[in-house]
């Protein structure tokens, strides 16, 4: 009888301990199933990560390297207080052509098309006089400028020659130019 | 068959036999679980070394990220491409230069050129109009038709009245520009 009793506490013992396993393996399979899928999410953002940071150092590097480009294209828009400097710079260009240069009018316009940004448009009236060469030259270093310029209108005319003048006898004499640009400029 | 055990002996007999086999039963279930246990260790530990591994990379990964200032750089490329935009689209116009070196080329020792007009009417069209004198009316039928077969332009116009006189003519030509 009494080796019965203890039998059955031995079985006790041992269902318990067999009981206490399985719940011990059921949180270990659970854990390692939960880290497992943790460690998948992870790979998958390490690897979408990854593909960002590569793509955002290659963007990096590739700003570095068309930075001579992008100082082109920000030069090409006058400064916001750049007016002044653009002018006298077109003066100079007269100048330097032998030509006298008189500034009609100086407008600010928005564009409809760039409204919403921060650029506007600036038109200048113009006009230069002397030789024919000068405004020629002049007209090549206009559009040449490194600045966005359209030539709204342009008028050259010789105010010397007299209508019905012999073609021979036409001289050089002073040649006007007048024109009307638009450059872009920052507000 | 003789029965040498009383009942209540053979009862007591079968229920020990039967409590020893359920024992054996569990000690064997037990051992069964702890070698699962067991094998199944490395594997957990596998696991939380990846899981540690992979935080610790996730970690310096944002870290890089942080330090590389994604919203500079969006920032920079959204202007540059604003600017490009706005540069590319607007003020576009037909170039005045390479018109007049097509005229100045076609004229000859009987044409003396003392105007030129240019106007820009959008970003591929625009007029040009150029006066001057001829000496003849030949030589000026010959110089409007060198510009009609340069191609440069849509229309080239020379009014009839530019033919009133028969030489040292005033002429005007007026040219389109259309792409």
């Given at each position: 009888m009494q080796n019965n009793k203890f039998l059955k506490i031995i079985l006790f013992v041992l269902g318990l301990a067999v009981l206490l396993v399985f719940v011990l393996y059921y949180f270990v399979y659970e854990d390692i199933k939960s880290k497992n899928q943790h460690v998948s999410t992870l790979s998958n953002d390490l690897s979408s990560q990854s593909a960002k940071r590569d793509y955002l150092i290659l963007t990096q590097k590739v700003i570095q390297n068309i930075g001579i480009d992008i100082n082109r294209i920000n030069n090409s828009i006058i400064a916001k207080d750049g007016d002044v400097k653009f002018i006298e710079n077109l003066e100079s260009i007269a100048r330097q052509n032998g030509l006298t240069m008189t500034i009609d009018s100086l407008v600010l316009a928005d564009n409809p098309e760039f409204a919403s940004s921060s650029i506007t448009t600036l038109q200048i009236r113009a006009k230069t006089k002397g030789n024919w060469s000068g405004n020629y030259k002049f007209l090549v270093e206009l559009e040449s400028l490194p600045i966005k310029i359209r030539v709204n209108k342009f008028d050259l005319s010789n105010t010397a020659v007299e209508t019905g003048s012999d073609v021979k006898k036409a001289g050089v004499g002073i040649w006007q130019s007048t024109f009307e640009i638009s450059v872009l400029k920052y507000k | 068959m003789f029965n040498l055990l009383p009942d209540n002996l053979k009862r007591k007999v079968k229920s020990e036999y039967r409590l020893r086999l359920s024992s054996v039963v569990l000690v064997f279930t037990l051992f069964v679980q702890v070698s699962f246990l067991f094998f199944i260790f490395p594997a957990w530990l596998g696991s939380s070394y990846k899981e540690k591994e992979a935080i610790t990379q996730k970690d310096l990964l944002d870290k890089s990220l942080l330090i590389l200032d994604t919203k500079t750089v969006s920032s920079a490329i959204t202007t540059l491409n604003m600017k490009l935009n706005v540069i590319n689209s607007v003020l576009q116009y037909p170039k005045v230069l390479p018109l007049v070196n097509s005229l100045l080329a076609k004229i000859t020792g009987q044409i003396y050129i003392n105007g030129l007009t240019f106007e820009s009417t959008s970003a591929k069209t625009g007029t040009v109009a150029i006066r001057g004198i001829s000496s003849n009316r030949e030589a000026l039928v010959v110089f409007v038709k060198k510009i009609q077969d340069s191609?440069?332009?849509?229309s080239v116009d020379l009014p009839?009245?530019?033919?009133?006189?028969?030489?040292?003519i005033d002429f005007s030509v007026s040219m389109t520009i259309a792409p």
């Open positions: - | 191609g440069l332009f849509k009839i009245s530019n033919f009133t006189k028969d030489k040292n």
